[in-house]
């Protein structure tokens, strides 16, 4: 390892078991000798990120000769923030993820699939360059899909086609991305070398797109909705709390703040962003499933954090302020609906009663309330920092968002006081099921959003401003206002409204896509022309041909979902990406 300092030994080999740990020992879970051993060990897998993140950020980047034509791996101090709350979310999942799971005959397949996503989310977090951060990217993004499917069920499977299209989309424009950076910065691959233009329409509507898919921003938003409900519990939290922040990462890292003010992009995403923030509640207040409500919740505060991202276009001296206010604002996020998901597969495994316990309540409104900005919360202090960037935005964006950002707290609040009176305890069981990793992870998650923001260095408010009453009744009056028009709401429309389905189905955009998909198929054209007389039919030849291939193509997909194929093709894909990066030029 070379570098223009000598990092400390432990750090380097911190930085290296980030991403390195998870990876043997979900080599080890396929090894049925040391199957047992790897299981144990899967929960204590985001150890050293986490213990690396404590140890801090470090001013270069170690480059590693033998990894990917010397990639290089690094922690600056937005990696730090993006590292420490991502391998605590981790952590706390696999904890609880072991005795949820505990019953179920496919949990070493979940734990390998869980393992691999968090090597490639550590592993994007930790990359000081294009080429570590897009192989990382896509190992996370394809394995989290594992993660979807989990349970097997026609929903989903369903699910996993949708995200697994949108995945490999965005992968595409993903690369065109990286091409064009790569070019631009004379075939220089570290971030500190990026030398791109915002005025670029074309990169910066990849970049939007393709890290856009995996931050939910409208339209690209679907699969979210359909994955948090079908994915177990510990899916759920890592996928909301985690793996959507990187595509916020992908772009406070792919666009360099030397640049001059873009107001068309600035614009662009402070709009996506607040359109983001109000569909997201809006669609969330017509589903049924709890879960489901909290996806919705996710796109609306990954919205949020977008009109950050925007503002610090509009004005880009403010950028390295803003960077650092999206990042905590992330922090603030991720570990707060990590812990309503958290607080979901609790209800369910540990809550027979009628009546919500009062831990439960506690445990359930901690993170609701951080999440709409009360006073004295987490939410208070990731507001006040992006309350400062958003003051310098020019007119009239600084006043719209200043007129918007209490509709979209009172909004928050009404979309998670419909979401915690969804929560109900599982039907058909009689005991309380065994396992106290659960209780005692997602007490640590709710500790970690109660106190983590005031302790961390740079992110707390001025005493003054804590207790002013200016700042109390600023918080204070959206979450006020939002509960109560959700206990309206609900004494209206009753407790029945809960059995009902709901009134615009999950995934919202993605059933219009699949029903346009469904007309643009070809044999559907030509069948369509066939009834009226004037052409041919092809769709029954179509649908006698697989019926004949039916055994054939369930033979090619059992050989497709071997290891060594798929470690093959993977091999490949590695191979051919070096290729094309070094136009034929091996390191070797």
């Known amino acids: 390892m070379t570098g223009n300092h000598v990092l400390p030994e432990l750090q380097i080999l911190l930085l290296s078991l980030g991403p390195g740990f998870p990876l043997v020992i979900a080599l080890g879970l396929m090894v049925p000798s040391c199957r047992r051993l790897a299981f144990l060990m899967a929960s204590w897998a985001p150890l050293p990120a986490l213990l690396a993140s404590l140890y801090g950020p470090s001013a270069i980047a170690v480059e590693v ?37 505990a019953a179920d005959e496919k949990k070493y397949r979940f734990f390998g699939y869980f393992l691999f996503t968090m090597s490639g989310n550590f592993g994007l977090i930790l990359s000081q360059g294009v080429l570590g951060f897009y192989l990382f990217f896509s190992l996370m993004s394809f394995a989290a899909y594992g993660l979807i499917i989990h349970h097997g ?19 595409v424009l993903l690369f065109i991305a990286m091409l064009i950076v790569t070019r631009d910065s004379g075939g220089e691959m570290a971030f500190s070398a990026i030398k791109t233009s915002r005025a670029d329409t074309l990169l910066m509507l990849l970049l ?25 519990v510990p899916a759920s939290a890592v996928l909301s709390g985690a793996m959507i922040k990187a595509g916020l990462l992908g772009w406070l890292r792919f666009m360099p703040p030397d640049q001059a003010a873009t107001p068309f992009w600035g614009v662009f995403f402070l709009v996506a962003g607040f359109a983001a923030a109000f569909y997201g509640v809006v669609i969330g207040l017509t589903q049924v499933d709890a879960k489901t409500v909290l996806a919705y919740s996710s796109i609306s505060q990954m919205g949020l954090m977008t009109v950050i991202v925007g503002s610090g276009l509009l004005v ?14 992330a922090m603030h996020h991720g570990l707060a609906k990590g812990s309503l998901f958290l607080g979901v597969g609790v209800a369910k495994k540990k809550w ?9 309540w506690v445990g359930l409104w901690l993170p609701a309330l951080a999440l709409a900005g009360l006073p004295l919360t987490s939410g208070a202090i990731a507001k006040y920092g992006m309350k400062e960037i958003i003051a310098q935005v020019p007119e009239p964006w600084h006043g719209l968002t200043s007129l918007l950002l209490p509709l979209c707290a009172l909004a928050t609040m009404l979309l998670l006081c419909h979401g915690i009176s969804l929560i109900r305890p599982a039907t058909g ?40 009453p200016a700042s109390l009744w600023n918080g204070l009056w959206p979450a006020g206002l939002g509960a109560l028009v959700a206990i309206a709401l609900g004494r209206l429309g009753g407790r029945g409204v809960y059995q009902q389905k709901a009134l615009i189905p999950a995934g919202d955009v993605m059933v219009v896509a ?33 019926r004949r291939r039916e055994a054939q193509l369930k033979k090619g997909e059992k050989i497709l979902q071997r290891w060594a194929v798929v470690g093959t093709i993977f091999l490949a894909m590695i191979i051919s990406l070096v290729y094309l990066f070094t136009a034929g030029n091996f390191p070797w």
């Open 153 to 171: 069920t026609r929903e989903a499977m369903r699910a996993g086609r949708i995200y697994l299209v949108l995945t490999v989309i965005g992968e």
């Open 429 to 468: 069981r009689t005991t309380i099921e065994q396992g106290q990793g659960m209780l005692v992870s997602w007490a640590v998650n709710l500790a970690a959003v109660a106190a983590v923001l005031w302790l961390w260095s740079g992110s707390s408010m001025p005493a003054g401003q804590t207790f002013a």
């Open 352 to 360: 027979t009663g009628a009546k919500k316990p009062w831990w439960l």
């Open 316 to 329: 880009p001296e403010q950028w390295p302020q803003a960077t650092t206010a999206v990042s905590l604002y």
């Open 65 to 101: 000769p033998w990894f990917f034509m010397g990639s290089l791996i690094g922690l600056d101090r937005t990696g730090q923030i993006f590292l420490f709350f991502t391998s605590l979310l981790w952590l706390v999942a696999g904890i609880f993820g072991r005795d949820y799971l």
């Open 514 to 546: 699949q029903w346009l998909g469904e007309l643009m198929k070809p044999w559907a054209c030509f069948q369509f022309f066939g009834k009226s007389g004037k052409g041919f039919s092809l769709a029954a030849g179509t649908d006698e041909w697989l």
């Open 208 to 232: 939007f797109l393709g890290f856009g898919i995996k931050a939910g921003a409208l339209p690209l938003h679907g699969w979210l909705p359909l994955a948090h409900p079908v994915a177990p």
